[in-house]
């Protein structure tokens, strides 16, 4: 039998124990008795009241990762937006965690891939709930103008019972999400281990993700 308690506490960087972060979790979820409830409506606030920002992503700025700076800032990428999404559930009860992985988004835009070196996401991440005695994936990355003008479409929808990720397929017909290797699930983000692998997969890691660049996927 798994022990999920670990999905349940707060952590360096799912610090849910910060007063605004379980405040506005609580604030979200008000008057919703199931988790079934409280875990979609957690969903959708992250993934659209959170804009997506892919420059946020700099392993050497470790404030960025945390729950609350992502909270206070109002954007973020995969992995933050999935950190935040997971401490608002565990603030709330439901045990919660990041699964990361590689991806490759199909969608992505050439000046994107030249931008990084690769078409290959390294450690993208989403998050996990458990939810009725099984865990559900859960993708909140793209806010609705991102998706709509990235032409990220469909946008990943959540129902509470079934995992809501990036699609094989668009509505075209076209390869979209991708998932090339499983970086296991985490209880807390292995940050040395992503700083790492920047470090050796991606050639503009050295001179841009260390810096607070403004440049802008759009």
């Keep these: 039998m798994e022990d999920i308690s670990i999905y349940l506490q707060p952590t360096e960087f799912f610090d849910f124990d910060k007063k605004e972060v379980s405040d506005k979790a609580h604030e ?34 470790k404030k960025n990762f945390k729950a609350s700076e992502t909270l206070r800032r109002g954007d973020g990428f995969c992995v933050s937006k999935s950190i935040l999404l997971s401490s608002f559930a565990r603030a709330v009860g439901i045990p919660a965690r990041i699964h990361l992985v590689d991806l490759i988004n199909h969608k992505i835009s050439q000046k994107v891939i030249d931008f990084m070196g ?38 990943v929808e959540f129902d509470g019972e079934h995992d809501a990720i990036f699609p094989k397929f668009d509505n075209e017909g076209n390869v979209f999400g991708e998932y090339i290797m499983d970086r296991g699930v985490h209880a807390d983000l292995p940050l040395d281990d992503i700083d790492k692998v920047f470090s050796e997969k991606y050639t503009n890691y050295r001179s841009i993700f260390n810096k607070e660049s403004k440049w802008k996927v759009a």
């Design 28 to 61: 979200i979820t008000k008057g919703l008795k199931s988790d079934k409830e409280k875990a979609v409506k957690l969903f959708y606030w992250v993934r659209n009241e959170i804009k997506y920002n892919m420059m946020t992503y700099i392993p050497k700025v």
């Design 118 to 155: 690769t078409n290959v996401m390294h450690y993208h991440g989403y998050s996990e709930f458990y939810l009725n005695n099984k865990w559900i994936k859960l993708t909140p990355s793209f806010d609705i103008n991102t998706a709509i003008k990235g032409k990220f479409l469909p946008m």
